[in-house]
C-alpha cells in the first residue's frame, strides 16, 4: 500500500496546490451544495494544507450559472479542463463541490492528465489512475438505471464510461441496480457494515492494497459519507455513516 514515505515523496514533488472551487448544485435537486467551497475556504483549512505541504496557492473559481442539462454539461466539460490542466503541470488538484456531479469532471480529467503525462513510454510504464470513492451512495447509476435522473448519483459510471457522459460523463444506500452494475463490473466495494465489523484503518488499508502500491490516486469524498450527525444539512443524508473519528 502506499505509505507515508511515497506520499511524502509525491507532496515534494510538488509546487502548487490547485484548488478549484465549484460552486455547482445543478446535478442535485437542492441548491445548497454550490455554496460548500466558500463555507470550507472560509475555515481557513485550504491555507493550513498548503503552508503544511509547503505549497504555493492557485485558485480558480467555476461559478453556479441557472441549471439547464445543457448548462450542467458545459460545466463539467470545462471543470475537466481546468483539472487536466493542472494535473498535467504536475499540481496536487483539489476540487471542491458542489454537487457531486462534479466527480465526473475531476476523475476523468486526472485520468487524461495522467494518460497524457505517460504518452509515448512503454506500455510497462505506463500507468492508470485508481479511484478511491468515499461516499453513502455508489453515484454508478447511468441515465438509463437512474430513478431521479439526478447526475450527482451518476458521476461514477460516466468517469467509468459505464455511460457515455452527456457531451457523447453503505455505501449504506445502493440502488439494486447499482448493486448489480458493481458486481458486473467486478468494483471493489466497502459497506459500512465492514467499516463497524473490521474498522477504518483495516477498511482504508485493504482498499490501497486493492489498487496497488504504484497506482496513482484520484479520491473523491462525498460529505453524505459522515453520519448525518455531523453533516446534517447533506442532500441526501442516510444514517448510520461514518464518524468524524
Ligand atoms: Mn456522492
Request: hydrophobic share 40%; with cysteine; charged share 20%.
Amino acid at each position: 500500500m502506499p505509505n507515508i514515505s511515497s506520499t511524502m515523496k509525491f507532496l515534494a514533488d510538488r509546487t502548487h496546490l490547485a484548488i478549484i472551487a465549484a460552486k455547482f448544485s445543478c446535478g442535485a435537486p437542492r441548491a445548497g451544495a454550490g455554496k460548500g467551497p466558500e463555507a470550507i475556504m472560509q475555515t481557513g483549512v485550504f491555507q493550513e494544507i498548503a503552508t503544511k505541504a509547503n505549497l504555493a496557492i492557485d485558485f480558480d473559481v467555476l461559478a453556479a450559472e441557472p441549471a439547464t442539462a445543457d448548462h450542467t454539461e458545459a460545466k463539467e466539460k470545462e471543470e475537466g479542463g481546468l483539472v487536466y490542466q493542472h494535473a498535467r503541470r504536475g499540481r496536487l488538484v483539489l476540487t471542491v463541490g458542489g454537487d457531486h456531479s462534479i466527480g465526473a469532471g475531476t476523475v476523468t480529467g486526472t485520468a487524461k492528465a495522467l494518460r497524457d503525462q505517460f504518452a509515448g513510454q512503454q506500455q510497462q510504464e505506463q500507468q492508470e489512475l485508481g479511484v478511491l470513492w468515499i461516499d453513502a451512495h455508489a453515484d454508478i447509476n447511468t441515465p438509463e438505471t437512474s430513478r431521479s435522473g439526478r447526475l450527482h448519483g451518476m458521476p461514477v459510471a460516466f468517469a467509468s464510461c459505464l455511460a457515455p457522459s452527456p457531451q457523447s460523463g453503505c455505501l449504506r444506500d445502493v440502488d439494486e441496480a447499482e448493486k448489480e452494475l458493481i458486481a458486473r463490473h467486478q468494483v471493489k466495494a466497502f459497506t459500512m457494515e465492514d467499516v463497524n465489523r473490521l474498522g477504518i484503518d483495516k477498511i482504508m488499508e485493504a482498499a490501497l492494497d486493492h489498487m496497488g502500491p504504484d497506482t496513482p490516486i484520484h479520491a473523491s469524498y462525498d460529505i453524505d459519507s459522515l453520519d448525518p450527525e455531523w453533516a446534517p444539512s447533506t442532500g441526501f443524508p442516510v444514517p448510520a455513516g461514518l464518524s468524524l473519528e
